[in-house]
């Protein structure tokens, strides 16, 4: 479809004043003044909860979001959400209906604060909690304020939770309906003795759903301050307009891709029973006039084991995909989704049906399905294509005590969380970002090793690992924790088996590995010295997870699979070591199209060696980057002469 027959339908700025005032109950510049006014919100109360909480997985990782929902009788549009945890956004489009649906949104009233947990009722796991409070004015439900926020705890097997080994709904941990936790702007008792009577660390939970509760109020009143002041027909046109714009945004985009059928798969190395099974997430793309079908049919079936996700993280999965691909600059709302359908059958691993099909690793099916869809589309989006990432959190999920028989935990700290993007037609990619769909914090060094009993050693790039290109792919990131005390130690590495992709003619980037080293391997105290990173030191480790060479145990592409699962927790002694290492970002463009200063300039910072300059780019590189970076040199004609060679 052409660009001219998008315009023949009708765009929203195309409207005459009239009938854009008609439409949406104000003129063009208080809807304005209110879509923006509602991102300030929602943006008002994460800050708020950020300031405020008490737990690190939200203080130190910013794990929740914050929505604005319209009324049941506008069928709940959503039209802001927060800059923060992307995972939450697409399924608290749905939450908050589902949730009230299920309460009854007659029984509703002023100082009514509803919760729910269930990953079947409102998406993610068990520990994100969504609290919803509505917004009424003049006795009537004009719509909700939301927050949806990580809890340390949620009981179950593991402390914490997060483990790839939880067989079934009931290990994962108390599953909370849609109920209220406060009442006339007070707790519920039933509510939070049911709630302490299950979970660990309730003395950082009380007090963070306390400030969760506070800044619900918070954004309730911001909301009755702007009905106040623009009128309820105003707010709710308004709603209407943001919603609209993003879905046109979306369509407009979507009409940009050429009518066609677009097909690819990814995956999950293995899930928490065995290793002979090999997850893979199945999409087919059918654009045609505007609209765009994610058909998933083949997609692999619910695993055994707790990495299933449910349908509306994959509903997430598929918009942020395209958001980032077609609409990235347009505002994210319930809109979004207008003109993408999703054909998914139950019982697979991307929905998951309970009670076998336990979710709680929610993201780690997500995020190959994202890549699937990047992988799908490439060729049809060309230049605008985009690579593979690191793709799994790799969280490590420890636990211990203290000799004060305090309990301790950590959680997303000391894993590989953070690593590299791929590149694009832009540049050079991060080599130290969140997966695609979170979009967290980083946590601070100094305050992981305040929390908890470790010291972070390491926290660095791996040189020739980012996927080669006229722009490079991110380079994987290097992490090494001393553990201080005895600890139990949950591993999820889940997608070692395949490299991150690159585009438009770019490379791979490589894989990467988890290891422990007990202390009579190598005990950083005496040895007066960091572990080494070349690959001899491997030998004295315990591989953990990754595809590795089965003598050195260092990473090989070529090598053997080793089993993330085969020790469920690893239980270690004072001062031993964990070392994780993520994939590779994948490139953009031909290599060889790359300028051979940009490859010494790799060289010299660390993320290329001179043998993976001459290797990948056909650069030939002399000097001593170590001790005279600076001092590096390009052999001009060596360097034509093997890219002259290369190009045949």
Request: with cysteine; hydrophobic share 35%.
């Amino acid at each position: 479809m052409t660009r001219e027959t998008v315009v023949e339908r009708g765009l929203i700025r195309d409207l005459p004043d009239d009938e854009f005032e008609q439409r949406y109950q104000c003129d063009r510049f208080t809807a304005t003044v209110l879509a923006n006014r509602f991102r300030y919100i929602v943006q008002h109360m994460c800050t708020g909860l950020l300031t405020t909480a008490f737990s690190l997985i939200l203080r130190d990782w910013y794990d929740f979001a914050a929505t604005i929902t319209g009324p049941p009788k506008k069928r709940y549009p959503v039209p802001a959400v927060s800059n923060s945890l992307v995972l939450f956004l697409g399924p608290m489009t749905d939450a908050v209906r589902n949730m009230v649906e299920e309460y009854g949104p007659e029984r509703l009233k002023p100082g009514d604060v509803l919760a729910c947990n269930d990953p079947y009722r409102i998406g993610t796991h068990v520990n994100d909690v969504c609290f919803t409070r509505p917004v009424f004015h003049d006795d009537e439900l004009v719509g909700f304020a939301s927050l949806q926020a990580h809890m340390l705890d949620m009981g179950g097997i593991v402390p914490a939770g997060f483990s790839a080994f939880k067989k079934d709904v009931y290990e994962n941990g108390l599953v909370i309906p849609p109920q209220l936790y406060f009442e006339n702007d007070e707790p519920v008792k039933s509510a939070f003795a049911q709630l302490f009577a299950n979970v660990r660390m309730g003395e950082n939970i009380y007090p963070d759903i306390q400030s969760i509760f506070q800044n619900l109020k918070l954004g309730e009143g911001l909301l009755m301050e702007t009905i106040d002041r623009y009128g309820l027909e105003a707010y709710l046109g308004a709603t209407d307009y943001a919603c609209d714009i993003a879905g046109e945004t979306m369509r407009e985009a979507i009409h940009d891709l050429p009518d066609g059928t677009y097909e690819a798969e990814d995956g999950i190395d293995a899930d928490g029973i065995d290793d002979s099974e090999e997850y893979k997430i199945k999409v087919s793309i059918n654009v045609r006039g505007g609209r765009a079908e994610v058909d998933l049919s083949g997609t692999s079936r619910q695993a055994r084991t707790c990495i299933n996700s449910g349908y509306l993280d994959t509903k997430m999965g598929v918009a942020v995909a395209f958001k980032f691909l077609l609409d990235p600059t347009s505002p994210f709302t319930s809109g979004s989704f207008r003109d993408i359908d999703i054909v998914l059958p139950e019982g697979t691993v991307t929905a998951a049906l309970p009670p076998e099909g336990a979710v709680f690793l929610y993201w780690e099916p997500a995020m190959p399905l994202l890549h699937a869809i990047f992988r799908a589309l490439r060729d049809a989006l060309g230049e605008n294509a985009v690579g593979g990432d690191f793709c799994c959190l790799n969280i490590h999920n420890a636990n211990g005590v203290l000799p004060d028989g305090r309990p301790w935990v950590t959680m997303a700290q000391c894993g590989g969380e953070h690593g590299p993007w791929a590149a694009t037609k832009v540049g050079d990619a991060d080599s130290y970002m969140v997966f695609y769909e979170a979009n967290n914090i980083d946590p601070a060094t100094e305050a992981i090793e305040a929390d908890i009993p470790v010291v972070l050693l390491r926290k660095e790039y791996v040189a020739d690992t980012g996927g080669p290109g006229s722009n490079r792919g991110g380079a994987a990131l290097l992490k090494d924790s001393l553990w201080l005390l005895d600890t139990e130690h949950h591993a999820m590495p889940l997608h070692f088996k395949r490299p991150s992709f690159g585009v438009h003619g770019g490379g791979e980037g490589r894989t990467g590995g988890v290891w422990t080293w007990e202390p009579e391997k190598f005990d950083v105290t005496k040895e007066h010295d960091l572990l080494g990173v070349g690959s001899e030191v491997y030998e004295k480790a315990t591989p953990v997870g990754g595809v590795l060479d089965p003598k050195t145990n260092a990473p090989d592409p070529d090598g053997e699979y080793y089993y993330f699962g085969r020790v469920p927790a690893w239980q270690t002694k004072p001062k031993a070591i964990f070392r994780y290492i993520t994939n590779g970002g994948g490139g953009w463009g031909d290599p060889l199209e790359r300028e051979p200063e940009r490859a010494m300039r790799d060289v010299r910072d660390g993320y290329m060696t001179i043998d993976g300059a001459r290797e990948q780019y056909k650069v030939v590189v002399s000097g001593d980057p170590e001790h005279d970076p600076e001092g590096l040199e390009i052999d001009q004609e060596e360097t034509e002469r093997l890219r002259s060679a290369a190009r045949g």
